[in-house]
């Protein structure tokens, strides 16, 4: 049994989701109000027997108790492994005594940051310190705190020593090379450590699963500088990574798919005590590309920029939204369409003055923000001469036009194209063939972007080195015995196409099952940007129809395989497409957790090179001669025809395994008979266009 399945034989699901949704039985099901959509009809589902969950309304979505602990807690499928391992008592993953060294040390400096977070907020609250008392009065009266904002964010204070904490922290056992490792202690170059924050107001800062890795620290005296401190970068703090106020802010963004982003964490707190629970602060920078992946896909659908309306700060988001344009023109996987806007606040006033003297008037501000189209273009003008020239107009509309088309919704980037030639009085058809080029030389680069990693496969050939996915010592696998009865029949979706092997030696591994799937993940794995075209293809059946496009054609994800290994193998591969640091095969390798080892080697590994030695004479030459008539082998279109029509066979087979898990549905348990029919419809109507588009292409190969 594998981890994953061990796993989920020790929990059982509708004990894990009640603790986070109020499910109630109704007949053989649990139900209730979706926790990822609002709703007054409850269209969550949970199934015992199967050991399942679906939402019949809006999400359209389901999946098993991974699924929605990554949906439910903003997880990656590592994460989720290893929380649900933790609770289940299963070991997830091998370690190297090096890698347990550096967990090790991990652990031990969050458990002395949480610590140093309990006792700054202790001393604040020391009412036998004049110290204290004066700050937490300075805290209330000039900051405008109140005593459950003080609890809930953990506010602290450093007080004016230089060897507060260093000198507790030390007599308590902690190693001062842990207290400089984590950042709250320093050692000069005469030898000497002191503490790192003195007198000063200190903000934990948390990260998105809201473990305290750092500190901000704000000044209480006039002449300390700078005003603002953030704790040093150590192994657990890089402030270009975190977002402050998203572990508190995760299910306000969840709910309302909206986000708004402030310049400082006082910004932050301040909006949340004033109840606007879904703001977060980039911590006085730009917005960096690992902050933007925190937030979408899986938390937001639109971004609000509010950044303070001083030039800095205007600069500040113009270079944010150069960052966020950057990732949507990377993202060939059409994942990421997102709503970028602005706050334009005329008042001149940081979000944090304007929140506290007039909540309204901030709420007004989020409500009316501008689309990113709007600003940008407002930005470039006001940088034109009073009468510009054509040249300079032409200068400001190539300057402008790669942002403006930074969406995947070309309903979006039509309406920019148009409102830049009104405001630049220029020909609108000379601006489109300029946006044309630029989405050509967006595409091109997005799509080569991933494969300078992926070297393109040759034939087989056994003693020729190969591009190798190299996932380290395989474990112990049972010997591989085969007959011809093993051989997997000719269904049509037979791996004949040759990738990159899992690794450079021959492996021993058993014919794997599911073919559609492995082919699939295989392709996808070593082709990563042709997730791109699977998506497009999907978007395109579904046509302008919304209902179609978000539910029952919507893009490719887990819920499309039935191995709980592969589903789990396609988590993992969309966090790869998700993140911009490495290459989709690099994050692979580096974050494969042992657990699907040996279901990555099996996906990867060529099963017919490996048979090919075992079979009679005769038949392997057979085999070659049949695999050369089946297409042109390793061409990248045949490849791409490939993929398309198996991810279309298993749109279509989750679509027939959704319908039949709703064909058990009765009215007298509870359910919308309105939706579920809805929902049947769609289904069958997808099905309908699948199945057209699947005969038109093999009509089209045939002639």
């Not at 994953?4 to 020790?10: D, L």
């Not at 507060?164 to 007599?171: D, I, W």
């Not at 042992?594 to 079979?615: C, T, Y």
Request: proline residues 6%; glycine residues 4%.
């Amino acid at each position: 049994m594998s981890a994953i399945e061990e796993i989920k034989s020790r929990l059982d699901i509708v004990q894990y989701i009640q603790q986070y949704v109020p499910i109630r039985k109704q007949g053989r099901y649990y139900k209730a109000p979706c926790p990822f959509h609002s709703e007054k009809t409850p269209s969550f589902v949970v199934y015992e027997d199967r050991q399942s969950w679906r939402c019949f309304g809006a999400c359209a979505e389901g999946g098993d108790i991974f699924r929605f602990a990554m949906k439910f807690h903003g997880w990656s499928f590592g994460e989720a492994l290893e929380e649900l391992g933790k609770r289940a008592g299963v070991e997830v993953r091998k370690q190297t005594p090096e890698q347990r060294d550096q967990l090790d040390q991990l652990e031990r400096l969050r458990a002395i940051v949480k610590h140093a977070a309990d006792l700054y907020h202790e001393t604040l609250l020391d009412g036998n310190r004049p110290d204290a008392a004066a700050t937490l009065a300075y805290a209330r009266d000039k900051r405008g705190m109140t005593d459950a904002t003080l609890a809930r964010f953990q506010i602290g204070y450093a007080p004016d020593d230089w060897h507060f904490l260093h000198h507790q922290f030390t007599t308590l056992g902690y190693a001062e090379d842990d207290l400089i490792a984590a950042g709250l202690v320093r050692r000069n170059d005469k030898d000497a450590v002191y503490d790192s924050f003195r007198n000063r107001l200190m903000i934990p800062i948390r990260d998105d699963r809201g473990r305290a890795v750092g500190f901000g620290a704000r000044a209480l005296a006039a002449e300390d500088n700078p005003k603002y401190l953030n704790s040093s970068q150590t192994p657990l703090f890089d402030k270009s990574r975190l977002l402050f106020g998203l572990d508190a802010a995760k299910d306000a963004i969840r709910a309302d798919g909206i986000v708004v982003i402030v310049e400082g964490y006082m910004d932050a707190i301040t909006a949340h005590q004033a109840g606007f629970t879904n703001v977060v602060a980039q911590m006085g920078t730009a917005l960096t590309e690992t902050q933007l992946r925190l937030l979408v896909p899986k938390l937001a659908k639109r971004v609000i920029m509010a950044l303070d309306s001083d030039a800095a700060g205007q600069n500040a988001t113009r270079r944010s939204l150069e960052v966020a344009r950057g990732v949507l023109q990377a993202d060939y996987a059409a994942r990421l369409s997102v709503d970028l806007r602005v706050l334009r606040n005329a008042s001149a006033k940081d979000p944090d003055d304007l929140i506290r003297e007039n909540p309204a008037e901030w709420a007004a501000l989020v409500e009316g923000a501008i689309p990113v189209a709007e600003f940008v273009i407002d930005m470039e003008l006001a940088n034109l001469d009073p009468n510009p020239s054509v040249q300079d107009r032409e200068g400001a509309a190539r300057r402008l036009l790669p942002l403006l088309l930074a969406t995947e919704d070309t309903l979006y980037q039509d309406a920019n194209v148009q409102l830049l030639a009104r405001r630049l009085k220029l020909d609108e058809r000379r601006l489109l063939s300029w946006a044309a080029d630029v989405v050509a030389i967006d595409r091109a680069s997005a799509r080569q972007a991933p494969l300078k990693a992926v070297p393109k496969a040759a034939a087989p050939n056994p003693t020729a080195s190969s591009p190798s996915f190299d996932l380290g010592e395989p474990p112990d696998m049972p010997p591989f015995e085969v007959d011809e009865s093993s051989m997997p029949p000719d269904d049509g979706f037979a791996d004949e196409l040759p990738t990159a092997p899992i690794r450079s030696r021959p492996l021993q591994v058993e014919v794997p099952d599911v073919p559609t799937e492995r082919f699939c993940l295989k392709v996808l794995f070593t082709q990563p940007n042709l997730l791109y075209d699977i998506n497009r293809k999907l978007r395109e059946l579904a046509g302008d129809d919304g209902a179609l496009s978000t539910w029952v054609l919507a893009e490719l994800t887990p819920d499309d395989f039935t191995r709980d290994s592969y589903r789990a193998l396609m988590n993992l591969f969309l966090e790869a497409m998700a993140q911009n640091t490495q290459s989709p095969i690099d994050y692979l390798s580096t974050a494969l957790p042992d657990a699907l080892f040996s279901d990555a080697q099996r996906i990867m590994v060529d099963e017919w090179d490996n048979l090919r030695p075992l079979l009679r004479h005769g038949l392997s030459a057979d085999l070659t001669d049949w695999l050369a008539q089946r297409g042109d082998g390793d061409s990248p279109d045949a490849l791409r025809t490939a993929l398309l029509d198996h991810a279309l066979r298993l749109r279509a087979a989750r679509l027939q395994r959704e319908r039949a898990e709703m064909s058990y549905i009765k009215p007298e348990d509870g359910f919308d008979e309105n939706e579920v029919s809805s929902y049947i419809a769609l289904s069958l109507r997808a099905k309908q266009l699948i199945d057209a588009e699947l005969s038109r292409r093999s009509r089209a190969i045939r002639s």
